[in-house]
């Protein structure tokens, strides 16, 4: 990973309100616009009750025009064809307040690129060849193009940086006011068209044509109008059109029924039967529970480049994970001091502290670090002591300091060993076991001489992250296996995956390996998740059924991934993952809910409509209704009213639990199977008091 991350992602949580006041207006304009029948076609259950609505319309209208028995059921009808399209128009109204999340990011993201300009220099043109650029609009720009990118101006396109280096501010991309840096070569070259240099300038070759940026792709994604339909989504919009196909022919089928008990059954009750009977509150809330799930990884920066990357997420059951950054924080720290017999730990700190003065890498400043916070050493330089600095260097693999003649020294076992013996020292024979020790638990050992004596050796090791343990333990609970990918050695990657709690690791791994191993998972069936930012892993990620691609990324990481990470943050996964696990919570809690609200409605409305000729279905009024008309009338305004009480849910998702599939459908069972049964009963009956009180009944 070309960037550490220091924190472990919580799970999705809501980022500021469910619900969106401002967007509520637009959301009930947008609303109407909506019932257009092509459009209203997709969702089948919602067109077969706007279907109904129309007829109800058309009743009411022979009604009004009517006299007699006909005009006596204006009301009736009037009341019927209001909670009719009441019902379509607020299952438009609930997928337009989660499109309404989509297109304000949407809109966000349009910003970053409005009426950019750039400097196209010649064919192959360089940082010298400044003076020849050309100024252009963006859309002009082609892959292939070279751009000239000087501090203050904003990346017009898509690009690698092919010279020079650059700190970056990516905010209106990301949200992140952090700069980063951006260079030619290497992991660190992918440049995102609509953010800002800040500092020194860059060569950056445009790698995608006008309208295929990823600040296009982006846009188009996160507009809920352009979101696709999943596969599972699709497959439970086949379910519910098997379901009102059923009832539609059930409910034709009752009219002659109806006939022959001598029941008086008129078309608006049979159309209210229907739409009571099918589930139109999971197909009202079908859309908005989809296009929110996109919208909650957005609110985490990520962005899915595909509705069914999300759903793929849900499912995934194997997690491959890199070490650093990942699972470990990436630079190795100190852990422990060992001393050689004889030796003080305290002596063997101060000399460790001393020989890492002068080392600036992480390892070195993380001794001096671990030092002084273990026995509260006091601060000191190179200069307060009067020595002489040491460097650390890969040739020599050594660092140090010499104080009035009195060399230390710490580094590699093998070269600290050639050393003192040159100074004429002894190693003591307790070295090499610990140094053997050490590396056989995954560290890195360092020694650390006083002149010709071996004081002791540095534990040096990956330290694996705070709760990572806990998270994996969470995902094992919901049936999700966890794979560690190092390019460690196999007793270094054991020890690391021991202490972190993995299921399984890959040591040494290469892209041939990752990519075999996720060929091997899939072949058995294992729907695979990974993270990556390298060009080498571009190869695993096209293969992985869930590929998050770090935004810092390789172009060519970022065009294999089906999601773009905009934090780079590699721990992210593990949310991505939550999030689709939530969003298939939520689909999967609201269809139990349904399901089970259609059942308590059978009991309002079909002993309503059969009581008076068949005076024994009295005995299923459970509810002690005041009319047939007013347990149909307070059925349907029920059937309506519930589609806005969960839209919250809809749009938060249902509480993320980490539970196994046995122990979320029980759940699931009791809250929502129970919920669902019950809410109608109550609803029912106290709308139906409300229309007695108010002289409709």
Request: with cysteine; charged share 20%; aromatic share 4%.
């Given at each position: 990973?070309?960037?550490?991350?220091?924190?472990?992602?919580?799970?999705?949580?809501?980022?500021?309100?469910?619900?969106?006041?401002?967007?509520?207006p637009s959301a009930l304009v947008a609303a109407l616009g909506m019932l257009d029948p092509r459009r209203m076609i997709n969702n089948p259950v919602m067109f077969v009750t706007e279907i109904g609505a129309v007829l109800t319309t058309l009743y009411l209208i022979v009604a009004?025009?009517?006299?007699?028995?006909?005009?006596?059921?204006?009301?009736?009808?009037?009341?019927?064809?209001?909670?009719?399209?009441?019902?379509?128009?607020?299952?438009?109204?609930?997928?337009?307040?989660?499109?309404?999340?989509?297109?304000?990011?949407?809109?966000?993201?349009?910003?970053?690129?409005?009426?950019?300009?750039?400097?196209?220099?010649?064919?192959?043109?360089?940082?010298?060849?400044?003076?020849?650029?050309?100024?252009?609009?963006?859309?002009?720009?082609?892959?292939?193009?070279?751009?000239?990118?000087?501090?203050?101006?904003?990346?017009?396109a898509d690009g690698d940086v092919v010279e020079g280096i650059a700190s970056v501010d990516e905010s209106a991309i990301t949200g992140e006011s952090a700069p980063v840096i951006r260079e030619s070569g290497g992991d660190r070259s992918a440049v995102t068209g609509g953010t800002?240099?800040?500092?020194?300038?860059?060569?950056?070759?445009?790698?995608?044509?006008?309208?295929?940026?990823?600040?296009?792709?982006?846009?188009?994604?996160?507009?809920?109008?352009?979101?696709?339909?999943?596969?599972?989504?699709?497959?439970?919009?086949?379910?519910?059109?098997?379901?009102?196909?059923?009832?539609?022919?059930?409910?034709?089928?009752?009219?002659?029924?109806?006939?022959?008990?001598?029941?008086?059954?008129?078309?608006?009750?049979?159309?209210?039967?229907?739409?009571?009977?099918?589930?139109?509150?999971?197909?009202?809330?079908?859309?908005?529970?989809?296009?929110?799930?996109?919208?909650?990884?957005?609110?985490?920066?990520?962005?899915?480049?595909?509705?069914?990357?999300?759903?793929?997420?849900?499912?995934?059951?194997?997690?491959?994970?890199?070490?650093?950054?990942?699972?470990?924080?990436?630079?190795?720290?100190?852990?422990?001091?060992?001393?050689?017999?004889?030796?003080?730990?305290?002596?063997?700190?101060?000399?460790?502290?001393?020989?890492?003065?002068?080392?600036e890498t992480p390892e070195g400043r993380s001794i001096v670090s671990f030092a002084r916070q273990r026995y509260g050493l006091e601060e000191r330089t190179i200069e307060s002591i009067g020595g002489r600095a040491i460097a650390f260097s890969a040739a020599t693999r050594m660092?140090?300091?010499?104080?009035?003649?009195?060399?230390?020294?710490?580094?590699?076992?093998?070269?600290?060993?050639?050393?003192?013996?040159?100074?004429?020292?002894?190693?003591?024979?307790?070295?090499?076991?610990?140094?053997?020790?050490?590396?056989?638990?995954?560290?890195?050992?360092?020694?650390?001489?006083?002149?010709?004596?071996?004081?002791?050796?540095?534990?040096?090791?990956?330290?694996?992250?705070?709760?990572?343990?806990?998270?994996?333990?969470?995902?094992?609970?919901?049936?999700?296996?966890?794979?560690?990918?190092?390019?460690?050695?196999?007793?270094?990657?054991?020890?690391?995956?021991?202490?972190?709690?993995?299921?399984?690791?890959?040591?040494?791994?290469?892209?041939?390996?990752?990519?075999?191993?996720?060929?091997?998972?899939?072949?058995?069936?294992?729907?695979?998740?990974?993270?990556?930012?390298?060009?080498?892993?571009?190869?695993?990620?096209?293969?992985?059924?869930?590929?998050?691609?770090?935004?810092?990324?390789?172009?060519?990481?970022?065009?294999?991934?089906?999601?773009?990470?905009?934090?780079?943050?590699?721990?992210?996964?593990?949310?991505?993952?939550?999030?689709?696990?939530?969003?298939?919570?939520?689909?999967?809690?609201?269809?139990?809910?349904?399901?089970?609200?259609?059942?308590?409605?059978?009991?309002?409305?079909?002993?309503?409509?059969?009581?008076?000729?068949?005076?024994?279905?009295?005995?299923?009024?459970?509810?002690?209704?005041?009319?047939?008309?007013?347990?149909?009338?307070?059925?349907?305004?029920?059937?309506?009213?519930?589609?806005?009480?969960?839209?919250?849910?809809?749009?938060?998702?249902?509480?993320?639990?980490?539970?196994?599939?046995?122990?979320?459908?029980?759940?699931?069972?009791?809250?929502?199977?129970?919920?669902?049964?019950?809410?109608?009963?109550?609803?029912?009956?106290?709308?139906?008091?409300?229309?007695?009180?108010?002289?409709?009944?």
């Amino acid at each position: 990973m070309s960037e550490d991350n220091q924190t472990i992602d919580a799970p999705d949580k809501p980022r500021g309100p469910v619900l969106d006041t401002r967007a509520v207006p637009s959301a009930l304009v947008a609303a109407l616009g909506m019932l257009d029948p092509r459009r209203m076609i997709n969702n089948p259950v919602m067109f077969v009750t706007e279907i109904g609505a129309v007829l109800t319309t058309l009743y009411l209208i022979v009604a009004l025009l009517g006299s007699g028995a006909a005009a006596g059921s204006a009301g009736y009808f009037a009341a019927l064809t209001i909670a009719l399209w009441g019902t379509v128009y607020l299952a438009n109204v609930a997928e337009a307040l989660a499109e309404a999340r989509g297109k304000a990011q949407a809109a966000s993201l349009r910003g970053a690129r409005r009426n950019l300009t750039a400097r196209r220099l010649p064919a192959d043109g360089r940082l010298c060849d400044a003076g020849l650029a050309e100024q252009v609009a963006a859309p002009e720009l082609r892959k292939g193009d070279r751009i000239l990118v000087e501090a203050g101006e904003t990346i017009a396109a898509d690009g690698d940086v092919v010279e020079g280096i650059a700190s970056v501010d990516e905010s209106a991309i990301t949200g992140e006011s952090a700069p980063v840096i951006r260079e030619s070569g290497g992991d660190r070259s992918a440049v995102t068209g609509g953010t800002r240099v800040l500092s020194d300038a860059i060569v950056v070759e445009v790698t995608t044509e006008p309208g295929q940026s990823f600040l296009d792709r982006m846009i188009g994604m996160v507009e809920g109008a352009n979101r696709q339909k999943t596969p599972n989504e699709i497959a439970l919009t086949i379910v519910l059109a098997g379901f009102t196909l059923m009832f539609l022919m059930v409910c034709i089928g009752l009219y002659p029924l109806a006939g022959y008990f001598d029941a008086v059954i008129d078309v608006p009750t049979l159309v209210a039967l229907l739409v009571c009977l099918i589930p139109t509150t999971i197909g009202a809330l079908l859309a908005a529970i989809g296009i929110a799930g996109m919208a909650r990884l957005g609110a985490r920066n990520v962005v899915a480049m595909s509705g069914r990357a999300v759903e793929a997420a849900g499912d995934a059951d194997i997690l491959l994970l890199d070490k650093t950054g990942t699972i470990t924080f990436g630079n190795r720290q100190a852990d422990a001091f060992v001393a050689m017999p004889g030796v003080v730990e305290r002596d063997l700190a101060e000399a460790a502290e001393l020989a890492s003065l002068a080392d600036e890498t992480p390892e070195g400043r993380s001794i001096v670090s671990f030092a002084r916070q273990r026995y509260g050493l006091e601060e000191r330089t190179i200069e307060s002591i009067g020595g002489r600095a040491i460097a650390f260097s890969a040739a020599t693999r050594m660092s140090g300091v010499d104080l009035d003649g009195r060399p230390i020294r710490k580094g590699a076992a093998s070269q600290i060993t050639a050393w003192v013996n040159n100074q004429g020292g002894q190693v003591p024979g307790a070295l090499d076991r610990t140094v053997r020790r050490v590396s056989e638990a995954g560290g890195t050992p360092l020694v650390v001489a006083d002149h010709e004596r071996v004081l002791g050796v540095i534990h040096l090791k990956d330290i694996v992250k705070p709760q990572i343990k806990e998270r994996f333990a969470e995902l094992r609970r919901m049936g999700v296996k966890t794979v560690m990918i190092t390019g460690d050695n196999a007793t270094t990657a054991a020890a690391i995956a021991a202490e972190a709690g993995v299921d399984d690791f890959l040591a040494e791994a290469t892209p041939e390996a990752k990519l075999e191993l996720i060929r091997d998972y899939q072949a058995k069936g294992h729907l695979v998740a990974m993270t990556g930012d390298g060009t080498n892993d571009a190869p695993a990620l096209a293969q992985a059924d869930v590929a998050v691609a770090m935004n810092t990324g390789t172009q060519a990481a970022k065009e294999a991934g089906n999601m773009v990470d905009l934090d780079s943050s590699p721990t992210k996964l593990i949310s991505v993952v939550e999030v689709g696990k939530q969003m298939l919570m939520t689909r999967g809690s609201l269809t139990t809910f349904s399901v089970a609200n259609d059942v308590a409605k059978y009991f309002a409305i079909l002993p309503a409509i059969f009581v008076v000729a068949l005076p024994q279905l009295g005995a299923l009024n459970v509810m002690d209704l005041t009319s047939p008309r007013s347990a149909i009338l307070s059925a349907v305004i029920f059937n309506a009213l519930v589609i806005p009480a969960l839209v919250p849910i809809a749009l938060r998702g249902v509480a993320y639990r980490a539970v196994s599939a046995d122990e979320l459908l029980s759940r699931n069972l009791l809250i929502y199977g129970l919920g669902g049964l019950v809410a109608p009963f109550v609803g029912i009956k106290l709308i139906d008091v409300v229309l007695t009180m108010a002289g409709l009944a």
